[in-house]
């Protein structure tokens, strides 16, 4: 039985070490190291000590905060009505189905939608509005990278609020709970696990977003994931850009240590 565990487990321990954990120690040993090999603290002394970087962590956080916000306000009453509606599979489904279509083909096609000439315009030219420059701004950038998330958020939501027992809303309503009552104070905290999970799935990712920063926000929107990309294709700065990588792993880190010590908690509760 041991041999069997440990065979199946090789496959994806290679996998790990090869493509997670051997480039984050070639990401840590360029941070920490100049252009002669040197060890060396002044990339992340440059990194902290220049407004440009902090600018940056700040956008990065801004718009993630911003994505994952309007991305929770629309993905859990969605979730909640899904959670009572017939066919509830074939819905999953449609919701599941766009996860599928690769980024790039996606950001292509808001392109297309969104461009001067694109659908929204013409849509917008039957008003007397159009044509407006609603692509390369931020509004089209945090559409898209909400469209692109939301998915990601209504699942973890939709399973917990399904886990729920029927016998506490029943029980709620039996003791003259109002539905608003019974979703305030049964629903939204039975289902806070989902809600932590959606805003994990959503809100790290958002934190190193490159490629719709380019194609749909152009240069209006810098962020971390945008200075990680010049540093490492255009600048050639592979040590920089391993700093700034660096730096954006701990974030990450310390978002999922947050949002698992919140839940943990609550579970013990």
Same mark, same amino acid.
């Given at each position: 039985?041991?041999?069997?565990? &440990? *065979?199946?487990? &090789? ?10 954990? %051997?480039?984050? =120690? ?13 060890? $060396? ?6 990194? @902290? +000590? ?8 700040? #956008?990065?956080?801004?718009?993630? @905060? ?6 929770? &306000? /629309? +993905? ?44 929204? #315009?013409? *849509?917008?030219?039957? @008003?007397?509005?159009?044509?407006? #420059? ?6 089209? @950038? ?17 399973? %917990? ?31 806070? !696990? ?11 990712? !958002?934190? +190193? ?6 194609? =749909? ?10 200075? /990680?990309?010049?540093? *490492? ?9 391993? $700093? /700034? ?25």
């Amino acid at each position: 039985m041991k041999k069997n565990r &440990l *065979f199946f487990l &090789l496959p994806y321990s290679l996998w790990i070490l090869l493509f997670v954990i %051997a480039p984050m =120690i070639l990401i840590a040993f360029d941070a920490f190291t100049g252009s002669h090999g040197e060890f $060396t603290w002044s990339n992340f002394v440059q990194f @902290f +000590s220049d407004t440009t970087f902090l600018r940056m962590t700040l #956008n990065s956080f801004w718009y993630a @905060f911003l994505i994952t916000v309007i991305t929770l &306000l /629309i +993905s859990y009453p969605m979730a909640y009505i899904l959670s009572h509606m017939k066919n509830q599979q074939f819905w999953l489904l449609l919701i599941i189905l766009p996860t599928w279509i690769n980024l790039l083909l996606k950001a292509y096609a808001f392109i297309g939608i969104f461009a001067r000439d694109g659908l929204v #315009n013409h *849509f917008l030219s039957f @008003f007397g509005i159009g044509p407006a #420059n609603i692509l390369f701004t931020d509004f089209a @950038f945090i559409f898209v990278a909400t469209y692109i998330e939301i998915p990601f958020m209504i699942l973890p939501i939709y399973n %917990a609020i399904c886990d729920i027992d029927p016998a506490l809303i029943n029980a709620a309503r039996d003791l003259g709970a109002s539905k608003w009552q019974v979703l305030g104070k049964i629903i939204w905290p039975l289902s806070r !696990s989902g809600v932590e999970s959606g805003i994990q799935a959503v809100f790290i990712p !958002s934190l +190193s977003l490159f490629m719709l920063t380019r194609l =749909i926000g152009g240069n209006r929107v810098i962020t971390l994931g945008t200075a /990680i990309e010049e540093y *490492f294709l255009t600048t050639m700065n592979w040590h920089m850009g391993s $700093t /700034i990588g660096v730096v954006l792993i701990v974030l990450m880190l310390i978002v999922m240590l947050t949002t698992n010590r919140k839940r943990h908690h609550q579970e013990v509760r």
